[in-house]
């Protein structure tokens, strides 16, 4: 009898052990998810006022408006300079300025005049200031972007490492992802990047696209 009530006290403080520490998990798991909706619940506020802000812009009359789009634009002036020099762009005046239709001027050229790895580095800029300024401003409709590597000759290959090691840092700061892809450039996958590899034979490379258990027809 003593074994017996010595097996059975046992028994219960285990299974006591067991309940808490089940209930310990239990309030564990809620705990993170309280801790996730706040931080949910603190980007809508952020997207909140900002919509406010908008909102307020424009019963404010012309004026308001005017100064809103002023500094939208002296700001993008200004990231279009910084991801100019993270690409190292020769030839191309930093004395930029952006007109009412939001064309962009560099210095008395625009766009259309460069070409070749000029044209290349200054579109990847703009493009990716633009990108840097609309996510940093909370906006959330947009998260991503997606584009196409250059050819080796057309861009050197440190300038666009140091292109995409711009471009990670800001997605993870502001909750964005970056999906490009590539032939001849090879990115060495970070942790937290996913490479998705063609697996399908091609005529003169691998392919995404293709026939699942079977041949391409003659």
């Known amino acids: 009898e003593g074994n017996d009530s ?10 006591s052990l067991t309940r808490s520490i089940i209930d310990r998990q239990h309030k564990k798991e809620v705990m993170g998810r309280i801790e996730s909706e706040k931080k949910c619940y603190v980007q809508l506020l ?10 307020s812009s424009f019963e404010g009359g012309a004026r308001s408006s005017d100064i ?13 300079i910084e991801w100019l020099d993270v690409l190292s762009t020769k030839n191309v005046s930093r004395n930029i300025a952006v007109d009412a239709d939001f064309n962009v001027i560099f210095g008395r050229e625009k766009l ?7 044209l290349l580095r200054t579109v990847l ?5 633009f990108f840097e300024l609309f996510i940093s401003m909370g906006c ?3 998260e991503f972007l997606i584009f196409d590597t250059p050819r080796q000759h057309d861009i050197e ?5 140091a292109f995409i090691t711009r471009l990670k840092k800001i997605c993870k700061d502001n909750r964005a992802q970056i999906v490009f892809s590539t032939t001849e ?34």
């Open 6 to 15: 010595q097996t059975a006290s046992l028994i219960s403080a285990i299974s």
């Open 46 to 55: 952020n997207r909140r006022r900002g919509l406010q802000g908008d909102i």
């Open 68 to 80: 809103r789009i002023f500094e939208f634009k002296n700001a993008y002036r200004k990231k279009i």
């Open 112 to 118: 259309s005049q460069f070409s070749g790895s000029t």
């Open 125 to 129: 800029a703009l493009r990716a200031a």
């Open 140 to 142: 959330a409709s947009i």
């Open 157 to 161: 290959t440190k300038d666009f490492a």
């Open 185 to 218: 450039y090879h990115y060495n996958a970070a942790e937290g990047d996913i490479e998705w590899k063609p697996e399908f034979p091609g005529f003169e490379q691998p392919m995404y696209l293709g026939v699942i258990g079977g041949a391409w027809p003659e």
